[in-house]
Nanobody
Framework: VQLQASGGGLVQPGGSLRLSCAAS????????MGWYRQAPGKQRELVAV???????NYADSVKGRFTISRDNPKITVFLQMNSLRPEDAAVYYC?????????????WGQGTQVTVSS
């Protein structure tokens, strides 16, 4: 599975960005797609994930500000980020997980930088 992410950039505090990540390759009918982030000197952390059926899970720090969604036919996940704060600045990584042939597969995109600064 290959992941192609896009949409990062520089935004002022209070601004918005939308990240996209498209998956390609051998894809199971059910899977989980999502976003993690890693700031300098910190561990990678969950931002939000969404299942094929639309079940979502968010980090407490982004609830009410970020919205994750997906387009199943296009195997694409989106992260709409509103009311961005300086502490949201990080490299955001797309993640794809599926169970296939009795094995749990986990894939990461290349990362996209989000900078929140005035």
């Amino acid at each position: 599975v290959q992941l192609q992410a896009s949409g990062g950039g520089l935004v002022q505090p209070g601004g918005s960005l939308r990240l996209s990540c498209a998956a390609s390759g051998t894809i199971s009918v059910t899977n989980v797609m999502g976003w993690y982030r890693q700031a300098p000197g910190k561990q990678r952390e969950l931002v939000a994930v969404i299942t094929t059926g639309g079940i979502t899970n968010y980090a407490d720090s982004v609830k009410g500000r970020f919205t994750i969604s997906r387009d199943n036919p296009k195997i694409t996940v989106f992260l709409q980020m509103n009311s961005l704060r300086p502490e949201d600045a990080a490299v955001y990584y797309c993640n794809f997980r599926q169970r296939r042939l009795g094995r749990d597969d986990n894939y990461w995109g290349q990362g996209t930088q989000v900078t929140v600064s005035s």
